[in-house]
């Protein structure tokens, strides 16, 4: 199973920077951003691609309804992202989120040679990633969630007669009580959103059940071992108090490969 970390894009450049290169050091796969609103997460993905040289390099994940291909097309180029590294992030929410998304794709293909991850939440999205996708991308959900989304995905694969796509699950990842306070809160924002609200309820359980989270190393070396065989790589994004390096890079070598 592969390893990868995941930073908030808003986090500053210093802390992207160690981060990646002493993820890189442990031997993680592969490093990404989310994409806020208020950051530009291929900007923010440049910060850890000029520090590093073996990384895949994962943007998790641009909206298509606020921008579209021909705009991520031309921040993949204006920031140099290294295309062989590069996991583009892509996703839609409805109204027509399988529409956007398989159009989306089709686009990016003509345009830039790189991998394309699909956010996929619903069955439906999961099976439409494993047609078109050359890697899905889950979020906030189970082990156990996790294995039955990525057979719908395989299922989609097959029924486009290729390749299964690579499964990534962002799992949200806090140590200690600061991170876990911001965890709550972070979970209860997402439990607000429609989409998500669903995603919860047909799981059967609560945001922060989905996290790898607790007060030791020895709670977070116990909460990565539930994963293993249940996705393809496990991106754990990091939860922390303030947002520093030293917390930051806490996380990285306590959730670091075995």
């Not at 590093?52 to 140099?80: F, Q, Y």
């Not at 062989?84 to 992030?89: E, I, M, S």
């Given at each position: 199973?592969?390893?990868?970390?995941?930073?908030?894009?808003?986090?500053?450049?210093?802390?992207?920077?160690?981060?990646?290169?002493?993820?890189?050091?442990?031997?993680?796969?592969?490093?990404?951003?989310?994409?806020?609103?208020s950051t530009d997460g291929l900007t923010a993905l440049a910060q850890a691609a000029g520090v590093t040289s073996r990384?895949?390099?994962?943007?998790?994940?641009?909206?298509?309804?606020?921008?579209?291909?021909?705009?991520?097309?031309?921040?993949?180029?204006?920031?140099?992202?290294?295309?062989?590294?590069?996991?583009?992030?892509?996703?839609?929410?409805?109204?027509?989120?399988?529409?956007?998304?398989?159009?989306?794709?089709?686009?990016?293909?003509?345009?830039?040679?790189?991998?394309?991850?699909?956010?996929?939440?619903?069955?439906?999205?999961?099976?439409?990633?494993?047609?078109?996708?050359?890697?899905?991308?889950?979020?906030?959900?189970?082990?156990?969630?996790?294995?039955?989304?990525?057979?719908?995905?395989?299922?989609?694969?097959?029924?486009?007669?290729?390749?299964?796509?690579?499964?990534?699950?962002?799992?949200?990842?806090?140590?200690?009580?600061?991170?876990?306070?911001?965890?709550?809160?972070?979970?209860?924002?997402?439990?607000?959103?429609?989409?998500?609200?669903?995603?919860?309820?047909?799981?059967?359980?609560?945001?922060?059940?989905?996290?790898?989270?607790?007060?030791?190393?020895?709670?977070?070396?116990?909460?990565?071992?539930?994963?293993?065989?249940?996705?393809?790589?496990?991106?754990?994004?990091?939860?922390?108090?303030?947002?520093?390096?030293?917390?930051?890079?806490?996380?990285?070598?306590?959730?670091?490969?075995?």
């Amino acid at each position: 199973m592969g390893h990868g970390f995941a930073l908030f894009a808003g986090i500053a450049a210093d802390v992207i920077q160690a981060s990646a290169r002493e993820a890189e050091a442990l031997g993680y796969t592969s490093f990404w951003v989310n994409h806020p609103g208020s950051t530009d997460g291929l900007t923010a993905l440049a910060q850890a691609a000029g520090v590093t040289s073996r990384l895949d390099l994962g943007v998790g994940v641009i909206p298509l309804h606020t921008r579209g291909p021909a705009s991520i097309v031309e921040g993949a180029k204006a920031t140099r992202l290294p295309l062989a590294r590069l996991l583009l992030g892509i996703g839609s929410p409805n109204p027509k989120s399988l529409e956007r998304v398989r159009d989306g794709v089709t686009e990016l293909r003509k345009h830039v040679q790189t991998r394309i991850i699909v956010a996929a939440l619903g069955p439906k999205m999961c099976r439409l990633a494993g047609e078109v996708a050359d890697g899905v991308l889950f979020n906030w959900l189970t082990p156990e969630y996790a294995k039955r989304s990525a057979e719908l995905v395989r299922e989609g694969a097959a029924a486009a007669k290729r390749k299964p796509p690579v499964t990534y699950a962002y799992v949200r990842l806090a140590m200690g009580a600061p991170g876990l306070a911001r965890l709550g809160d972070e979970g209860g924002r997402y439990a607000g959103i429609p989409a998500y609200a669903a995603h919860f309820e047909r799981m059967g359980v609560k945001p922060v059940d989905t996290a790898v989270a607790g007060q030791t190393p020895a709670d977070i070396k116990a909460g990565i071992a539930r994963w293993k065989g249940a996705v393809d790589e496990v991106v754990f994004r990091s939860i922390t108090g303030r947002d520093t390096a030293d917390e930051t890079l806490e996380l990285v070598r306590v959730a670091k490969p075995s």
